[in-house]
């Protein structure tokens, strides 16, 4: 949970959110912007980290999931989500800091990286993400890789 926000931050395990963290998945990537099923639920959540952010009443607004790599230390995020009522107040920047500052707290050099879809590419800049190599398609959207790799374990505000 981070401090002075009207929004609780939460690491959840998949088995007791799976029904809340399904739910904004699907508004956000199968119906807003139109993911297919079979490429959202693709197996992996039952063994990622889960975030879920709700608000103080307690309704489930945000999430993303964090995948441990083959590599030591190499972390990849995915599946961040903000509900649409909910966008453009720092939510979603709040939860990737989050998701950093736990991934960073872990000793020794960490790397981070995910694919960002090309219209959220300055977001995880402003971040510290570097983009690499050669924009992608994913489920029909425009991606491109980056990464964030901390010899200094406190991200960038």
Known sequence: MMNNTPFIFQ?????????????IR?????????VPVAEEWDGLDENAAHFLVRTLQGD????????????PRRYRIGRVAVLKAFRRQGIGRLLMRSIMDECLSLPGKIA???????????????LGFVAEGEEFMDAGI???AMHYEADDPSPKT
Request: glycine share 2%; with cysteine; aromatic share 10%.
């Open 11 to 23: 690491s959840v395990k998949w088995a007791d959110a799976q029904q809340v963290l399904r739910q």
């Open 26 to 34: 699907t508004e956000v990537f199968i119906q807003e912007q139109g």
């Open 60 to 71: 489930a607004i945000a999430c993303a999931r964090v995948l441990t790599e083959s590599e």
């Open 112 to 126: 981070l990286f995910l694919h960002a879809q090309i219209e959220s590419r300055h977001f995880y800049e402003q």
């Open 142 to 144: 425009a991606h491109i």
